[in-house]
C-alpha cells in the first residue's frame, strides 16, 4: 500500500531537552466524566431523561466529582435534563456539574437559563483552531478564529455578571488541538486566559483535546509539555486532555500527556466516544491501581457498573477490553493455566497485602469485583493444569501432581471432538465418568474388612483381612486375603483372580465436603506387570474403601 504522498508523517514538536521521559504518575489528575454528553452523543439511540438520570447516579457511585451533563443549548431534552438534576436536587454538594457551549451568544445565554440555580459550574466554550478548520469549515484566519474566541469568553463573563447566584469556573477547549500549530494552539488560549483573568481560587482550565489522533503519542507528549512551559501564569491554570482513539492509542496518549504536565483528564467509561471512541478511563485508573497508585475512583465492583454502563447505553463490551472483558481473566494455554494455578495456589499462604506477581495476571480480580472461578476455562488448546484448577476450585477435587498430565489428556480429548470451550460441570462429568464411574471389567459386589491386631497382640503389626466377592469380566470371584492395611490385603486378594497384575505406586486421599456431607477422595497410582502405571479415582463415605475404589478405577481403565 504505497500512499504516494498521501498520507505524511506528523511533524515533531520543536522542544530541546523534554522532560516527560524521566517522569513517573504518581498520583491521580482530576477526572471528568463525558458520557453524558461526549459519550451520549455517540450512541445509536441516544439516552432519554431518566436514563441519563440513571447513569448520571452511577458516575457519582463511581466517584467522579466533575461531571459533563450535556450541551443544554442544544434540544428540549439536554435543557430539560438540566433542570431535572436540579430541581430534583440529584447534585451532590462535593461534584460539579460541566457544561458545554459554543462561543456563541445566543447559545451561552441559554446555558445560563439552564444551570440557574446551580452554586457553581464549569462553563465550556470551545471552537475549532486547526488549519484545515479554519480553511474548509469557517474560512477564516488565524487572527478571526482566535476573536471568535475571546468574544465567547466575554460573551460568560457578561452573564456571570448577571447570574451572579452561580460561581462560574471557565473551561476553553481549542477544539482539534492534536492538529493545530503548537504555537497558535499557545497563542489562542493566552488570548482567552489574559480575557478570563483567573485567579488562584478561580483557575481556567485549558482543555487539549486530541480530537483526532494523528502522531504517535511521544508526539502529544511533547505537545502537552511545550504547552505547560509556554504558557504563562501556569499556576493559574489546570492542563486537561481530552483524548480519541483514532490510532488506538488513546490510552497510551493519556498517560504520556499526565507525564508531561498536564493536571486534568476528560474521558468515558469503556472509551464510547465518536468514531473509534473517548478515553477509556476504566483502563487508564486501573492502570495507576495496577501500580500502587490510588485512582481515586471506585471500580471494586466492576462487573455491576459494566451491567449498568450497557444497560443504559445499549453498546456491548468487547471480551478483551483490558480488565472489564469477559475473557480477560481467562488462559485457554496449558502452560498459562499451570502457571496461573500454581500462582494462586502459592497465595494462600501469603499476606493479603503480598506484592501481586501471579503469572499472566495483571491485578488480583477480587479487587474489580471478579471472580477467581472464570480464570480458566478449558478447549483443545488447554494443558494439564487447567482441568485440575477447574477441579479443585469449582468441586473440591484434588488430584496428585502426578496425575495431572492424565487428566489433560482426557480433557483435551473431549474438548477436540466438541471443538469448544468445555464448561466446568463438563469437565467434572469427563472426570467422574472416567475414573469413578467404571464399573467393567471389574466390579465389587461385597467387600468385608477385619482388623486383626487384637488378635496377636499389640506390639504385633496391625493386619487386615479383606474377604471380597467381585466379578471381573462377567464371571464371579470370592477373594480373600490379609495385609498390612485396607488397600494391600484388597491387592493380595486381587492375586486370585485373572486380573493384571500390580503393584501400588503411592497413594493420596482428602476429604471433600463438610459435616455428615463429608467423603473421602482416594488416588492410586498402579504400575502394571508390563510396565504401564495407571491412575485411578474412588470416592467412598469411608477412606479405606475409597482407596479400593480407586485400585477398582485404575484396573477399569
Known amino acids: 500500500m ?5 498520507y505524511v508523517p506528523y511533524p515533531k514538536v520543536n522542544i530541546q531537552n523534554r522532560k516527560w521521559p524521566d517522569a513517573q504518575i504518581t498520583r491521580a489528575p482530576i477526572w471528568c466524566s463525558v458520557d453524558l454528553r461526549d459519550g451520549n452523543q455517540a450512541l445509536v439511540n441516544p439516552m432519554g431523561i431518566e436514563q441519563k438520570l440513571a447513569f448520571f447516579d452511577l458516575l457519582v457511585k463511581i466517584g467522579f ?7 443544554p443549548s442544544s434540544s428540549e431534552t439536554e435543557f430539560n435534563f438540566m433542570r431535572r438534576l436540579i430541581e430534583d436536587n440529584r447534585i451532590p454538594g462535593d461534584v460539579t456539574i460541566q457544561v458545554l457551549c459554543q462561543a456563541r451568544e445566543h447559545l451561552v445565554k441559554r446555558t445560563f437559563e439552564a444551570i440557574r440555580g446551580l452554586p457553581r459550574a464549569i462553563f465550556h466554550i470551545y471552537n475549532s483552531t486547526s488549519p484545515a478548520q479554519r480553511k474548509y469549515t469557517f474560512g477564516k484566519t488565524k487572527e478571526e478564529i482566535k476573536q471568535i474566541a475571546v468574544d465567547g469568553v466575554r460573551c460568560v463573563k457578561e452573564c456571570v455578571e448577571r447570574e451572579k447566584e452561580t460561581k462560574i469556573q471557565l473551561e476553553y477547549s481549542p477544539e482539534s488541538f492534536s492538529n493545530t500549530e503548537i504555537e497558535y494552539a499557545v497563542e489562542i488560549c493566552e488570548a482567552v486566559k489574559n480575557e478570563w483573568k483567573p485567579t488562584a481560587q478561580n483557575k481556567i482550565i485549558l482543555n487539549l483535546p486530541t480530537t483526532v489522533e494523528v502522531a504517535m503519542p511521544n508526539t502529544f507528549a511533547d505537545q502537552i509539555e511545550y504547552f505547560c512551559t509556554h504558557i504563562s501564569d501556569r499556576e493559574n491554570v489546570i492542563v486537561s486532555l481530552h483524548p480519541h482513539n483514532d490510532r488506538g492509542e488513546g490510552v497510551a496518549t493519556c498517560e504520556m500527556g499526565l507525564l508531561a504536565g498536564a493536571d486534568r483528564v476528560e474521558g468515558s467509561l469503556f472509551g464510547n466516544g465518536e468514531r473509534t471512541g473517548n478515553l477509556d478511563v476504566v483502563t487508564v485508573a486501573l492502570n495507576m491501581f495496577s501500580h500502587g ?8 465492583n ?8 450497557q444497560r443504559l447505553t445499549e453498546m456491548s463490551i468487547h471480551p478483551r477490553t483490558p480488565y ?3 475473557l480477560v481473566y481467562t488462559a485457554f494455554s496449558g502452560s498459562h493455566q499451570d502457571a496461573i494455578r500454581k500462582g494462586m495456589a502459592a497465595r494462600v499462604n501469603m499476606p493479603e497485602n503480598a506484592v501481586w506477581d501471579v503469572p499472566y495476571l495483571a491485578i488480583d480480580p477480587h479487587d474489580i469485583g471478579r471472580q477467581y472461578e472464570g480464570i480458566i476455562r478449558i478447549n483443545s488448546q488447554s494443558g494439564k493444569g487447567g482441568a485440575a484448577y477447574i477441579l479443585e476450585n469449582s468441586f473440591g477435587i484434588i488430584p496428585p501432581k502426578g496425575m495431572h498430565p492424565d487428566i489433560g489428556a482426557v480433557i483435551k480429548e473431549f474438548a477436540d471432538k466438541a471443538q469448544r470451550e468445555l464448561r466446568p460441570d463438563e469437565i467434572y462429568d469427563i472426570f467422574t465418568k472416567h475414573w469413578i464411574g467404571l464399573t467393567e471389567p471389574l466390579k465389587i459386589v461385597e467387600l468385608v474388612e477385619t482388623h486383626l491386631e487384637g488378635a496377636t497382640g499389640a506390639d504385633a503389626e496391625e493386619r487386615v483381612l479383606c474377604n471380597a466377592d467381585v466379578v471381573y469380566k462377567g464371571t464371579p470371584y470370592k477373594i480373600s486375603a490379609q495385609g498390612n492395611g485396607p488397600l494391600d490385603a484388597f491387592a493380595n486378594a486381587m492375586k486370585q483372580t485373572p486380573a493384571p497384575r500390580f503393584n501400588i505406586v503411592s497413594f493420596h486421599e482428602h476429604s471433600i465436603g463438610t459435616g455428615n456431607d463429608t467423603r473421602a477422595m482416594g488416588y492410586v497410582q498402579l504400575t502394571m506387570e508390563d510396565g504401564r502405571q495407571i491412575w485411578g479415582v474412588g470416592r467412598s463415605s469411608n477412606v479405606g474403601r475409597a482407596g479400593i475404589a480407586a485400585i477398582v478405577s485404575a484396573l477399569n481403565q
Open 2 to 6: 504505497n500512499s504516494n504522498g498521501k
Open 302 to 309: 466492576l462487573p455491576e457498573i459494566a451491567e449498568e454502563y
Open 324 to 326: 472489564v472483558g469477559d
Open 293 to 300: 497508585i490510588d485512582p481515586e475512583l471506585n471500580f471494586s
Open 65 to 71: 466529582k466533575e461531571i459533563e451533563v450535556g450541551f
